[in-house]
Nanobody, 122 residues
Framework: QVQLVESGGGLVQAGGSLRLSCAASRSVFSINTMGWYRQAPGKQRELVATITSSGTTNYADSVKGRFTISRDNAKNTMYLQMNSLKAEDTAIYYC????????????????WGQGTQVTVSS
């Protein structure tokens, strides 16, 4: 089975930047829409941004103008560049892929990574 692996989280001061990465654990044919979600302590998981296989993006209002989602389809990897970080961005960030083609005609659905902690100190 294929898994998603996040990296790049850490501790940063308010106003700083971090770049998250999410990669498939093995070679796959293709990945449909990918997205970043986050969950702060005591809160529900929320959408941060999504990107389709053709590059169409969507952002939560709270991160528009500060975060940029991108992907490299050749590497089956997605990124989240986070700038001007705020204390309220502190959360565990999860990546998601809604559909992955692992071989010809075989798909797996709704895969999640294990999460990476982002902590922004004020």
């Amino acid at each position: 089975q294929v898994q998603l692996v996040e990296s790049g989280g850490g501790l940063v001061q308010a106003g700083g930047s971090l770049r998250l990465s999410c990669a498939a654990s093995r070679s796959v044919f293709s990945i449909n829409t990918m997205g970043w979600y986050r969950q702060a302590p005591g809160k529900q998981r929320e959408l941060v941004a999504t990107i389709t296989s053709s590059g169409t993006t969507n952002y939560a209002d709270s991160v528009k103008g500060r975060f940029t989602i991108s992907r490299d389809n050749a590497k089956n990897t997605m990124y989240l560049q986070m700038n001007s970080l705020k204390a309220e961005d502190t959360a565990i960030y999860y990546c998601n892929a809604d559909r992955i083609s692992i071989s010809f005609g075989i798909w797996v659905y709704d895969r999640w990574g294990q999460g990476t902690q982002v902590t922004v100190s004020s």
